[in-house]
Nanobody, 124 residues
């Protein structure tokens, strides 16, 4: 199984927190660079965060720095996105994606496999 499977979305008030999970096979988890993207209605899909497969380097879009944290759990073959201090503008469908090159990219076109997405709604 290569396709990631997301979970953990939901409805939360502004200032609240959610943790998204992205589960995949051990092979995928250990070989692929993993990223999170989001897409709001009427907008293009945008990069949120990513983590390398080797040294654990992490990357974030400016608007989520200091609020979101990406991490990998090697025992569970799962990537997490901890989202704190959520804002209404964070509302979107969040997607987990896998990239078959261990190098950073914030372009959706550079990712090879995608999950089905999980809805995050932040109320004001």
């Amino acid at each position: 199984q290569v396709q990631p499977v997301e979970s953990g979305g939901g409805l939360v008030q502004a200032g609240g927190s959610l943790r998204l999970s992205c589960a995949t096979s051990e092979r995928t988890f250990r070989r692929y660079f993993m990223g999170w993207f989001r897409q709001a209605p009427g907008k293009e899909r945008e990069f949120v965060s990513a983590i390398s497969r080797s040294d654990g380097s992490t990357y974030y879009r400016d608007s989520v720095k200091g609020r979101f944290t990406i991490s990998r759990d090697y025992a569970k073959n799962t990537v997490y996105l901890q989202m704190n201090s959520l804002k209404p503008e964070d509302t979107a469908v969040y997607y987990c994606a896998a990239r078959n090159l261990n190098s950073y990219s914030d372009s959706p076109a550079d990712y090879d496999y995608w999950g089905q997405g999980t809805q995050v709604t932040v109320s004001s």
